[in-house]
């Protein structure tokens, strides 16, 4: 079955530092990968999701951006942290099943 | 657009009780539905899902019935444990649909008391 890690766990940064958040997969080729955001309180935003290497879609404009380097990795970028940024991030994969598999999370907060 | 409506929480139950927490959607054709758990501090975990109407999902003594005729994936447990407190999210994916088109609810939280 497909396994999802996600690194860190927990993250506190400065506002305006930088940002790298990187997902892997393990149990499938070639899945569709994605990424949410969880403000408080809040439901789950889908921020981009990515169908093969180098293919990078964006749902909502903001302060972030994505990358996929290889087949299985996905990673979560920001040249300058936002306070707005704060939020708890799941990497997700969706490959031959029929459901989306969720990573444990990275919660970020932007002081 | 696709839609879910969940009831706001947080829901706050006695164990043993009897839980329901209402799913209503809003979609084209015949969408599976999902409900994912959140666990404190954890990602999201399936609970159960359902691909087409009158499907029954059911999953550690959770059940959720798709109703095509009220558009509804209510969750449902006989008898709620401490240890099923967390947040329930509800979802939906359109036919032969990927998460870049899961569309979730804003969640409902469930607090079980001893």
């Known amino acids: 079955s497909q396994t999802i890690h996600q690194w860190p766990a927990t993250l506190v940064q400065p506002v305006g530092s930088p940002l790298s958040l990187e997902c892997t997969v393990e149990g499938t080729s070639n899945p569709n990968l994605y990424w949410y955001r969880q403000a408080a309180g809040r439901g789950l935003q889908l921020l981009f999701y990515?169908?093969?290497?180098?293919?990078i879609s964006s749902e909502v404009p903001q302060n972030l951006s994505a990358s996929r380097p290889q087949d299985r990795q996905f990673i979560l970028s920001s040249k300058k942290l936002l306070l707005s940024d704060s939020g708890f991030y799941l990497c997700a994969c969706w490959g031959r099943g029929t459901e989306a598999f969720f990573g444990q999370g990275t919660r970020l907060t932007v002081v | 657009g696709n839609s879910v409506t969940q009831m706001e929480g947080p829901v706050t139950l006695s164990e043993e009780a009897f839980l329901t927490i209402n799913c209503t959607y809003t979609a084209t054709g015949y969408p599976s539905l999902f409900w994912y758990v959140q666990y404190p501090g954890e990602g999201l975990q399936l609970l159960l899902k359902a691909t087409k109407a009158d499907d029954k999902g059911s999953n550690k003594g959770f059940e959720a019935t798709y109703r095509k005729e009220t558009t509804s994936f209510h969750l449902e447990k006989g008898s709620v444990q401490v240890s099923d407190s967390a947040v329930y999210f509800c979802?939906?994916?359109?036919?032969?649909?990927?998460?870049?088109?899961?569309?979730f609810g804003t969640g409902t939280r469930l607090q079980v008391t001893l």
């Open positions: 979802a939906l994916s359109p036919p032969g649909g990927t998460a870049s088109k899961l569309t």
């Open positions: 990515s169908v093969g290497i180098g293919q």
